[in-house]
């Protein structure tokens, strides 16, 4: 974050030469502090409106948020639920005749839509926590399959005769994996998974996954 800071300040002190120094340090820290609080995992959608004027009567501000939440909720990218995301209606305009609920909702979610899609959104993939329990003669085979898999290993300790083999792996990649764990340790492994977090999913990944949506919806 340190880094991202210096590049900030330059550019704003390129953009505004004339600013003291200290007033452009603070400004800094405050958007820091900002892309911080949007980049926090599970905080949800979280909805605010910093209308000013009469340009958008403040009733229509319950339909907009309905639209802003259905859209998330469906889905853009690959149909997959929006999360962790901060939006702000700003703005707006309305129509004598057309100003109506279901207008305000539509038009919430469509406008969404198209700010979500610019703002270069990534698919998350969910990671499990595995441990490998296998002869010590296994790890070689274990261990090159698993970082074949995309998976991180995180640690190793032994029990008795037998080594436990501690991993982080994309979901994804773990289908059948009890089969692969007998088939590699001839029927001498185990294995457990639960549930780690998510993280974002590898560009060319995630670009197999959108396809297969669309095709998907174009059958």
Avoid: W
């Avoid at 970082?147 to 289908?175: C, H, N, W």
């Amino acid at each position: 974050m340190a880094i991202v800071k210096s590049k900030l300040l330059k550019q704003l002190s390129q953009n505004y030469p004339n600013f003291l120094k200290k007033d452009l340090e603070k400004f800094t820290n405050i958007i820091l502090y900002e892309i911080k609080r949007a980049l926090r995992r599970g905080d949800g959608v979280e909805f605010k409106q910093s209308l000013v004027g009469q340009n958008v009567d403040r009733v229509f501000v319950p339909s907009v948020e309905k639209g802003v939440n259905t859209a998330c909720s469906d889905g853009i990218l690959a149909g997959c639920k929006v999360v962790d995301v901060k939006v702000d209606f700003y703005d707006g305009k309305m129509h004598p005749v057309d100003s109506k609920d279901i207008a305000f909702q539509t038009a919430g979610k469509h406008a969404f839509r198209e700010a979500f899609l610019s703002a270069q959104p990534c698919l998350l993939e969910p990671i499990l926590d595995i441990e490998v329990k296998i002869p010590e003669e296994y790890m070689g085979d274990i261990m090159g399959d698993i970082s074949g898999k995309r998976g991180k290993i995180m640690g190793m300790e032994s029990d008795g005769t037998f080594q436990i083999i501690k991993a982080q792996v994309p979901q994804a990649e773990l289908y059948h994996y009890a089969t692969t764990v007998r088939s590699l340790t001839g029927g001498r492994g185990i294995h457990s998974e639960s549930f780690s977090h998510y993280e974002k999913m590898p560009k060319e990944f995630e670009q197999k996954v959108v396809q297969q949506r669309k095709k998907t919806e174009d059958e």
